[in-house]
């Protein structure tokens, strides 16, 4: 890496005049004439370069300057930086399509977005930032297929839950490979929240509770090279689940429970820090404790993808036992239609998509497991998931009876969150496993949670939960290929991720066909 004297280019008044309102509003320029120079002694470039949030026409670039990341303010005094970006048809920037300066902003812990427009549909671009004399690392991104194509084949992958100590992000070298993929979806635990080592430690070494903590913590995560290298290669879409801000928490409920003054000023910090640190456009920039990150992208008429919030706006999980009412299997209290995982507003944008759309193939995109799992063993039901959608069966049903009702065309559920692989077609009713599969839910395992762990491998082989057809407990990732007439999903796993590098392999491939909710294992 260079290490250079003269990149303290601290921004000029004359500079931000000048660029000023091409970035940001609400810059303040207070502050920033004469002041005394700093000598920069390392490269801003340590987090690497992400893209995400593609269009047709446009995607947004991100970096951040951070010489040593896990220090207080990335290693970089308060002050703006200037920072210049080139968009080239060619990685060796001889073909420049775009290029421009943009600000570094010392409230947006030195982050930096450049939201791109115009570039015209599935194209593919080279795209690099410069500070002073440094440049960082070059990234490769595309914009998605126009809104009227049906493009013959397009791969994406999907990934989430990635702990620190747990292991290297080693599936991610596979991912970042892999020249095909067009997009990589994050379904969340993009950090973890606790104050574990094992594998490696995590910095700061407690429990992260303020803006400075989530940042540290978020630049830590962004220095594992496998990572890096995958935001690098590919755009991503990216949301959250529970643990970049609490483990399981709901809204502002959180165990053990803070004050809500403590609740709300903690989740402005953990949401602040991750628009920071994620490829998100500036009008997400969130306001206070509130980020809206549920939205929608499109492929063209290939695929329509929902990508949903399901913690900032949920019921809070029940409490205390829970008895069956009847042979469901389900206690009262899941089954109360006012119980939400995705609240209102969330459940009225997704519904209309799903009753609208002309996509082929439509894919919600969320965080925990939305199929039910019966966790009896004895032929009776019983299901014991509090978190995930095993305890908000009154809007799950909601969802489900809409997708039927409204004959949504091939409704794929895309999960993380359990740490595993598993295939799971989606009963259409809660009370029984009977019926035609009303959707498909593919679910993926950790890139790293949970760790090296003996392996477990099942397929279809467990009477309580027979719309189970596919379980493996070793981390990696999914990639998914569609084609007009096919959805084909691998499960990719590595051998081991308590090293940075293990082969990758596909675990099981399952297809499902156009117009045939549920999937069927490859070559049947
Ligand atoms: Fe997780
Ligand atoms: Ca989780």
Redesign the pocket.
């Known amino acids: 890496m260079s290490i250079t004297g003269d990149w303290d280019r601290r921004i000029s008044r004359r500079t931000l005049l000048k660029t000023g309102g091409s970035f940001a509003a609400g810059v303040t320029l207070a502050g920033l004439a004469g002041g005394r120079a700093f000598a920069q002694s390392s490269y801003p470039f340590t987090l690497g370069v992400a893209s995400g949030d593609p269009s047709q026409n446009g995607v947004v670039l991100w970096t951040r300057l951070a010489p040593d990341p896990l220090a207080v303010g990335g290693g970089l005094p308060a002050e703006p930086y200037e920072v210049r970006y080139e968009v080239a048809k060619d990685e060796g920037f001889r073909k420049i399509v775009r290029h421009g300066t943009t600000v570094a902003l010392p409230e947006e812990a030195h982050s930096v977005r450049v939201e791109l427009d115009n570039l015209g549909p599935r194209h593919e671009f080279f795209y690099r930032f410069k500070a002073g004399n440094d440049i960082s690392p070059t990234g490769h991104t595309r914009t998605t297929p126009p809104g009227n194509a049906m493009v013959e084949s397009v791969t994406f992958a999907f990934v ?2 990635q702990n620190f100590p747990d292991g290297y992000f080693t599936p991610y070298a596979d991912v970042a490979d892999a020249a095909d993929i067009e997009a990589v979806i994050h379904l ?2 993009y950090i973890y929240e606790g104050p574990a080592s094992a594998v490696r430690a995590h910095a700061p070494r407690r429990e992260i509770m303020t803006l400075d903590d989530y940042r540290i913590r978020h630049g830590q995560y962004k220095t594992d090279p496998n990572l890096q290298a995958a935001h690098a290669a590919h755009p991503w879409l990216v949301t959250w ?3 970049e801000f609490d ?2 928490y709901a809204d502002l409920e959180m165990d053990p429970n803070m004050t809500p003054e403590q609740a709300r000023a903690r989740r402005a910090a953990a949401y602040r820090a991750y628009w920071e640190h994620m490829p998100l456009s500036r009008a997400r920039k969130p306001v206070g404790p509130d980020l809206q990150l549920y939205r929608r992208f499109t492929w063209g008429k290939q695929a329509t993808f929902n990508v949903l919030d399901g913690r900032q706006y949920r019921s809070d999980q029940i409490a205390g036992a829970c008895t069956p009412v009847d042979s469901s299997g389900y206690c009262a209290d899941v089954l109360r239609p006012d119980r939400t995982m995705l609240g209102a507003e969330q459940r009225a944008w997704l519904f209309e998509d799903l009753a609208t759309t002309k996509a082929r193939w439509n894919v919600i995109a969320q ?2 497991a939305f199929a039910p799992r019966n966790t009896a063993t004895d032929g009776t039901r019983a299901f014991a998931g509090r ?1 995930n959608w095993d305890g908000y069966v009154g809007e799950r049903q909601q969802i489900v009876d809409w997708l039927v009702a409204q004959g949504t065309p091939n409704p794929v559920v895309l999960t ?2 359990s740490h595993q692989h598993w295939l799971r077609n989606v009963p259409p009713h809660y009370s029984s496993f009977e019926g035609a599969p009303a959707a498909t839910e593919f679910m993926g395992a950790s890139v790293s949670t949970g760790g090296d762990r003996g392996t477990v491998t099942r397929f279809a082989d467990d009477p309580n939960n027979p719309h189970i057809l596919f379980q493996n407990n070793n981390c990696g990732y999914v990639r998914c290929t569609l084609t007009p007439e096919h959805w084909t999903t691998e499960y990719r796993t590595v051998t081991q991720v308590s090293v940075p590098e293990s082969p990758a392999s596909t675990k099981a491939t399952f297809v499902v066909e156009n117009g045939r909710p549920g999937a069927v294992p490859a070559g049947i």
Request: aromatic share 0%; hydrophobic share 0%; proline share 0%.
């Open positions: 989430s839950c969340g635990d689940d529970d643990h483990n399981n965080q925990t978190d993380g969150d």
